[in-house]
Nanobody, 120 residues
Framework: VQLQASGGGLVQPGGSLRLSCAVS????????IGWFRQVPGKEREAVAC????????IYGHSVKGRFTVSKDFAKNTAYLQIHSLKPEDTAVYYC??????????????WGQGTQVTVSS
């Protein structure tokens, strides 16, 4: 299982960004796709997940209402749309795949990270 994250960059506070995670169709069908972020020296934080079953979604408390996770079978891609970016959203963002129908377990495969920097 391979995951390719992209879409990070430098954004001003209040701006928006969409991260992409390119995967295979079978991955979208069989794995939950989670988004995580990590700042050097801090623990990795789970921010969002979309299940393989019915595409149900869950969000971390700190991002709820600003982050939206989705997936597109036509493009074999999962997305993380981020609105109202704050400086504290600055981190390396990773996507990961968890085998099974639901979110909430342990990720089995990880993509490389994409850097998001929020600064004026």
């Amino acid at each position: 299982v391979q995951l390719q994250a992209s879409g990070g960059g430098l954004v001003q506070p209040g701006g928006s960004l969409r991260l992409s995670c390119a995967v295979s169709r079978s991955t979208l069908l069989n794995y939950a796709i989670g988004w995580f972020r990590q700042v050097p020296g801090k623990e990795r934080e789970a921010v969002a997940c979309i299940s393989s079953y019915e595409s149900s979604t869950i969000y971390g408390h700190s991002v709820k209402g600003r982050f939206t996770v989705s997936k597109d079978f036509a493009k074999n891609t999962a997305y993380l749309q981020i609105h109202s970016l704050k400086p504290e959203d600055t981190a390396v963002y990773y996507c990961a795949a968890e085998l099974g129908p639901l979110c909430g377990g342990i990720a089995d495969f990880w993509g490389q990270g994409t850097q998001v920097t929020v600064s004026s």
